[in-house]
């Protein structure tokens, strides 16, 4: 969740009834991505009354997949569900993802998106591009139109949960694993309430790191083009020689501006892609924490209703906030 105070009491209101007629023991990790309206504040009053709500709070806005890491590292289900808070993907589909898990054998099973009408065109156009892109280079096991909706068994969670990668893209790393796994259709809705947190920028930022996470592909582009450029100069060698003999000379000048602008265009495209790998190398060398957490509150008493007397004998404690299993110190 980041900034959604809007959408949060539409959701309690879908989710928390299917989750108590699964008829199983279970916790909602409330993973709250840094969020500077009264999302922190909501989930804290909703507990009073929701004792298997557990809220992680981030100490800054980590984004996306990091948030998700987040949850990932500290649920501790048998199953866990990936679900965003805006309910474009239906909660109501849970139940039949774990039946499947169950019936089958499974330790994934992807909610695939086999409407979207309620997205915008663009967003069905790019969405389709991504998903086609990510396919050729990662291979035909990342499911069409699956995004981080989906189901995943402790075997799974803990194989992600070793994986070293910094930067991760869920939508291919969990298909990368090969698990049994299955698929759930539904109809992606419109959003409940509020404003996308994923505009173009960040998608950008997705697809880029999903295709030099997962490929070499860029790198050996670059090599092509630089044989293309060189087949280029060849000809534009040609064409000169052939301008000198026939003394044309004076009317190269366009030819020549057009190669040294070719020729300079892939060069800064090939850097470009470099950069992109060796930035992501430098990013797995400092081996940075992804995200810092402020609180869990798994690690406080239990919730009681407001006004309600403290019990005898009790002592207020410290408790360390962790970031991604270290130590960051005290907090009240």
């Known amino acids: 969740m980041y900034n959604e ?6 959701l309690v209101r879908r989710l928390r009834p299917v989750l108590a007629d699964l008829g199983v023991p279970y916790e909602f990790v409330a993973v709250d991505d840094g969020s500077t309206d009264r999302t922190g504040e909501l989930l804290a009053a909703l507990r009073l009354g929701w004792p298997e709500l557990r809220v992680i709070g981030l100490r800054r806005n ?7 890491t987040a949850g990932l590292d500290r649920a501790a289900g048998a199953y866990v569900v990936s679900l965003d808070a805006d309910l474009q993907d239906p909660p109501e589909k849970i ?7 169950r019936a089958e054998g499974l330790d994934i099973v992807y909610g695939i998106r086999a409407d979207r009408t309620s997205d915008t ?3 069905r156009w790019t969405a389709h591009l991504y998903y086609r892109l990510v396919r050729r280079l990662a291979g035909s096991s990342v499911p069409a139109q699956g995004g981080d909706f989906r189901l995943l068994s402790r075997a799974a969670v803990d194989a992600l949960k070793a994986l070293p990668d910094q930067q991760r893209v869920y939508r291919l790393l969990v298909p990368w694993l090969g698990f049994p796994s299955g698929q759930v259709t539904y109809e992606r809705e ?9 505009p173009l920028g960040r998608m950008i930022r997705l697809a880029v790191d999903s295709v030099t996470g997962f490929s070499a592909a860029p790198l050996r582009l670059a090599t092509w083009l630089g044989g293309l450029a060189f087949l280029v100069c060849l000809g534009l060698m ?3 020689l052939s301008a000198h003999l026939w003394e044309r000379t004076v009317p190269g000048w366009t030819s020549l501006f057009t190669g040294v602008l070719f ?8 850097v470009g892609l470099l950069g ?8 797995a060398v400092q081996n940075r924490p992804t995200y810092f957490v402020g609180h869990d509150t798994a690690a406080d008493p239990a919730p009681r209703a407001p006004n309600a007397p403290d019990p005898p004998n009790t002592q207020i404690t410290s408790a360390p906030v962790q970031a991604q299993g270290r130590d960051r110190g005290p907090r009240e």
């Open 62 to 68: 980590s984004g996306h997949q990091a948030a998700l």
């Open 5 to 10: 105070e809007e959408v949060l009491p539409a």
């Open 276 to 283: 992109e790998y060796i930035a992501r190398i430098y990013t």
């Open 190 to 198: 419109s959003r409940a309430a509020g404003r996308s947190k994923y």
């Open 263 to 270: 020729i300079g265009a892939v060069q800064l495209i090939c």
């Open 121 to 123: 065109g663009f967003k």
């Open 238 to 240: 040609v064409y000169t």
């Open 95 to 101: 139940p039949e993802m774990l039946a499947r898990a």
